[in-house]
């Protein structure tokens, strides 16, 4: 089995899937827009002021010797988002808009396809918005399509945000691209997920949310691993301050933070000090009104966000829509019980009381209950602390592409069995 990973710009679980392949012997190539492996001329330049974005294109030299790039729009949409040019990336119509990235390298992808086949190519493994014209050739070349899908599939997570646009009008501005999407978007989501073979998902609620959009396909359920941790190291809450409570995430209501807010204003209390690291949707201003009091945390490095959470001391994630939101694990990999509900693709890693708290969405109460829980409780903090690194610990990067690799080598092999007896008959 020879496997094309491709993806326009990588994160974790494309990180880890091209990694696991390439240990296995079954990467036949990997394409993206761009990529830095270390001491390479971009990996310098990365180091450089002004260019440190690079760094987010990072990937193992395990794979460089079968990585692809086609960086040429991806670096048109930097070089925008850098000098602040925002018709060239606006939503769908931006000449660099992320999504004609997607698309362009979705493209190139294909046109690639004839010739790689005739050294060995088998499968593809595309992601939601850059796969239709890559499964469309493959369908052609007979080449088994892979669909990792790691959000709720479209027609629930549009449905739950409209139903937030309406509930918290003000807030529907943050939730941008979710109420947004053209038709024409939707629909070609809804065509790469009818061309797949597989569908890889990371949890249950991504499942869940296919319906039974899924029942003639080969469904993989696989969550992601956890950041590593030094399970030695024994959290401890330093006395007479307030509870540190931190949201992670892009700082819209789709990740529920208006209802955070809300229970804040519930608990009305100096008791809690709520940290909130993400990207603005709207200026800052916009947040302060709503909540005049938290402490507001700009984007930085993986390694510095890693460092912030273990200077808290819950998380809280009232998300209404995710996939699997990984945050999760990476806050519970550094000591952090967690207050989050359903939809964040991460029910698993609660154990009710011992690793943290499921909450409803839309529950400002229910989250103030549970923040009122921890303020009672404080004594309890230190064992939670451990149960969440214990408990995240189970879930591996490993375990999440071991999963992937030997489901689609077994989907492989019921083909050959199948066209072997077809013959045969």
Same mark, same amino acid.
């Not at 499968?123 to 052609?140: C, H, N, P, S």
């Not at 004594?379 to 189970?394: E, G, K, P, V, W």
């Given at each position: ?37 270390p ?23 395990e ?24 018709s ?53 070349l ?25 509930r ?14 053209s ?9 790469? #997920?009818?061309? +797949?073979?597989? &569908? ?9 949310? %296919? /319906?039974? =959009?899924?029942? @003639? ?18 959290k401890t ?22 209802? #955070?807010?809300? +229970?804040?204003? &519930? ?9 909130? %690291? /993400?990207? =603005?949707?709207? @200026? ?13 945390e ?29 945050v ?13 509900t359903?939809?964040? /693709? ?37 064992q ?42």
């Amino acid at each position: 089995m020879k496997v094309l990973v491709s993806h326009p710009t990588g994160n974790a679980n494309v990180r880890a899937i091209a990694k696991g392949l390439a240990e296995a012997g079954n990467l036949h190539s990997f394409y993206t827009t761009i990529a830095t492996f270390p001491d390479t001329t971009l990996d310098l330049l990365a180091r450089l002021p002004g260019l440190s974005e690079l760094k987010r294109r990072n990937f193992d030299p395990e794979i460089q010797a079968r990585t692809h790039t086609y960086p040429w729009l991806e670096m048109g949409r930097m070089i925008s988002n850098k000098a602040g040019f925002k018709s060239l990336t606006a939503h769908e119509s931006g000449v660099f808009c992320i999504d004609k990235v997607y698309h362009s390298l979705d493209r190139y992808v294909a046109s690639q396809l004839p010739g790689l086949q005739k050294s060995g190519l088998n499968v593809v493994y595309a992601y939601e918005d850059g796969a239709l014209e890559t499964f469309r050739q493959a369908k052609k070349l007979g080449i088994t399509c892979v669909y990792e899908l790691p959000i709720a599939f479209w027609e629930t997570s549009r449905k739950l945000l409209l139903e937030e646009a309406a509930r918290l009008p003000e807030w529907s501005e943050t939730l941008a691209g979710g109420i947004s999407d053209s038709e024409k978007k939707l629909q070609r989501k809804s065509m790469e #997920l009818d061309l +797949a073979d597989i &569908i890889v998902t990371p949890g249950s609620f991504v499942a869940d949310s %296919l /319906g039974t =959009l899924a029942l @003639e396909k080969k469904l993989v359920v696989s969550p992601f691993g956890s950041p590593e941790n030094n399970l030695s190291t024994k959290k401890t809450r330093r006395n007479n301050r307030p509870l540190r409570v931190l949201f992670a995430g892009s700082m819209g209501q789709r990740k529920g933070l208006a209802d #955070l807010f809300e +229970a804040i204003k &519930i608990l009305d209390t100096d008791e809690i000090e709520l940290v909130v %690291l /993400g990207s =603005l949707l709207r @200026e800052l201003s916009f947040y302060r009104n709503k909540l005049t009091r938290f402490t507001y945390e700009p984007t930085r490095p993986h390694a510095d966000v890693l460092t912030l959470m273990r200077s808290c001391d819950v998380f809280c994630l009232p998300s209404i829509v995710e996939g699997r939101a990984l945050v999760i694990q990476e806050a519970m990999s550094q000591g952090l019980p967690v207050i989050i509900t359903a939809n964040t /693709g991460g029910r698993d890693l609660v154990i009710d009381g011992g690793t943290g708290f499921e909450v409803p969405i839309r529950s400002p109460g229910a989250i103030a209950e549970k923040l009122r829980w921890f303020l009672d409780n404080t004594d309890q903090l230190d064992q939670m602390s451990i149960n969440a690194q214990r408990h995240a610990a189970s879930y591996s990067w490993a375990g999440y592409t071991n999963k992937i690799i030997l489901e689609i080598e077994k989907y492989q092999k019921n083909c050959l069995a199948n066209d072997s007896s077809q013959y045969v008959g």
